[in-house]
């Protein structure tokens, strides 16, 4: 059952900044167009703001879960246009926290002991708070420095009646907008549902930590500050505090004497081994999760919070992936459109050459370029723009990847503006498709292989034969199954014909009875119906 409260006010605020004047013209949308104009909150105006503004400032009213839900659509360039989805990139998650004893009541609920039992000390200041959770700085007995997340009161409560709003909001825009269907509003929502409701089960960002931690535990590039599981639910985490110093702030990284260019191609290098190597990859890579510590800064090493939002793709996704940013590189356009259809990333039927030539007017000059001035993400944003008009959707994990790769150029031109990330790149994702697929990958697939196919090769004869007589049976098996249907085709229709004629007589016995006979008749008449049903 929609919440009619939260309904009303998504409403208000859709007239106030004249969202539905957003969608393409339509005989059903332009009626509802001009009905807004009867609710008080439009009256108010949008002039001088653009379509991109309007939806980003009803997302802020909407609140913290419309937010959250922007920023993944700021992703979204293979489905909205880039004016939209530059606007949505601005979307602030800075939010009041809420008070600190209630945070400590929370911490004691979820530990079932007073908070002095677990903590040397709790600092009810919080030191950060966001749409979904906030962070309290605290010290265990043992005198080690940690942080205690807890999510906001009532928050999934709050998610759940917002992804029900927004769910019945996109399948409203499914009937009322025919082209929906390419770009499939209500399948977007289920996506980023799945995702938003991930950032509130601690309990398992705790679990994405640790793995990434363990994956990286004798890196020089990354630590990951380890988990304490004892304090461990799926409404707080405990996590040892780190201090490092911002990935943005490059005058104290500098001050500290770190080599930003070293720095730089180290993001690259974590990026590249989390993907391709781990399967793995923090998802949510903004400057607020990351940080990069000043102990060693002849060998700097970065560090990650936050790992609620992460990405894995299966096996042939991951082929697939290297494959396609390979073909970009090499140019090689053909192949990526054969690839994009045969990956089934298509709405509709696709005009090869045309996505070909599309494809080829807009990489062909990005790549002339200098390799210092080539940027991955303006290609990636093209990409999506193009993909957009042909209506192809790239699954929701390769968006988080691409969303994490143009978050790392982002970080690493912003510390060393000469950072070539196609340089850097190529090479690693040539020697993974050797490792993954070249020869020496064969023989070693080949030799895991071998006891299985040795246990089984004295049966091969037998099997092989058995396999002819089943093809040389196949036409007699086939003309039996045919015999069959045809008998039992031939049974349905006598029963069919036997329950209409049971149904006539019994209605006609029914409408025909004398009064004298009216008990009787009407007895053998519903006996009729009731046998004309069953058969």
Request: charged share 25%; with cysteine.
């Amino acid at each position: 059952m929609l919440p009619i409260g939260r309904v009303i006010q998504v409403i208000h605020v859709v007239c106030r900044y004249r969202v539905l004047s957003l969608f393409p013209a339509h005989p059903l949308t332009t009626p509802l167009v001009w009905l807004q104009f009867l609710w008080p909150g439009a009256w108010l105006g949008t002039a001088g703001l653009s379509e991109g503004e309007r939806l980003r400032l009803a997302m802020e009213r909407l609140g913290p879960i419309f937010i959250k839900m922007g920023q993944l659509l700021a992703t979204r360039r293979d489905l909205l246009p880039p004016e939209w989805t530059a606007e949505l990139e601005r979307l602030q998650d800075d939010v009041p926290g809420f008070p600190g004893e209630q945070a400590r009541a929370l911490v004691e609920a979820e530990l079932g002991r007073p908070v002095h039992e677990a903590f040397r000390s709790f600092d009810v200041e919080p030191m950060a708070s966001a749409s979904v959770a906030q962070v309290h700085p605290a010290v265990l007995h043992d005198g080690t420095e940690v942080v205690v997340k807890v999510l906001r009161p009532d928050i999934a409560g709050v998610v759940e009646r917002d992804l029900r709003v927004a769910r019945s909001g996109a399948r409203w825009i499914e009937r009322l907008w025919a082209d929906a269907r390419y770009f499939r509003p209500a399948r977007i929502v289920d996506d980023y549902a799945e995702i938003i409701r991930g950032e509130l089960d601690l309990e398992r960002e705790a679990r994405n930590s640790d793995a990434m931690r363990r994956n990286h535990e004798y890196s020089p590039l990354l630590s990951i500050p380890p988990m304490y599981f004892d304090f461990v639910t799926p409404r707080m985490l405990v996590q040892k505090r780190i201090y490092a110093i911002p990935v943005n702030d490059t005058e104290r990284l500098r001050a500290a004497g770190i080599d930003l260019k070293q720095l730089a191609e180290r993001g690259v290098d974590i990026f590249f081994s989390q993907v391709f190597r781990y399967n793995l990859f923090h998802a949510d890579m903004h400057p607020g999760n990351i940080f990069v510590l000043p102990d060693h800064p002849e060998s700097p090493q970065y560090t990650s919070v936050d790992a609620a939002i992460v990405g894995r793709l299966s096996p042939d996704d991951l082929h697939l992936l290297g494959r396609l940013a390979l073909m970009v590189m090499r140019e090689d356009f053909a192949g990526m459109v054969e690839l994009i259809i045969r990956a089934g990333w298509t709405t509709r039927p696709v005009d090869r050459q045309a996505l070909e030539k599309a494809i080829r007017e807009l990489v062909e000059p990005i790549l002339s370029q200098p390799l210092d001035q080539l940027e991955f993400a303006p290609l990636v944003m093209q990409l999506f723009d193009t993909a957009r008009g042909f209506h192809i959707e790239a699954p929701t994990q390769y968006i988080l990847l691409l969303k994490t790769l143009i978050h790392v150029e982002g970080l690493g031109r912003a510390i060393y503006p000469e950072l070539d990330i196609w340089t850097l790149g190529r090479p690693k994702l040539e020697a993974w498709m050797l490792e993954q697929y070249g020869p020496s990958a064969t023989m070693k697939k080949l030799r895991q292989r071998a006891p299985e196919w040795a246990a089984v090769l004295p049966d091969m004869p037998d099997l092989f034969r058995d396999a002819l007589e089943n093809l040389a049976n196949e036409p007699t098996r086939m003309r039996q199954q045919e015999a069959e249907f045809e008998r039992s085709l031939t049974r349905h229709r006598r029963k069919l014909f036997a329950g209409l004629a049971g149904l006539g007589l019994g209605g006609a016995v029914l409408t025909l009875t004398v009064p004298v006979q009216a008990g009787a008749s009407a007895g053998a008449g519903v006996l009729l119906l009731l046998w004309a049903l069953k058969r």
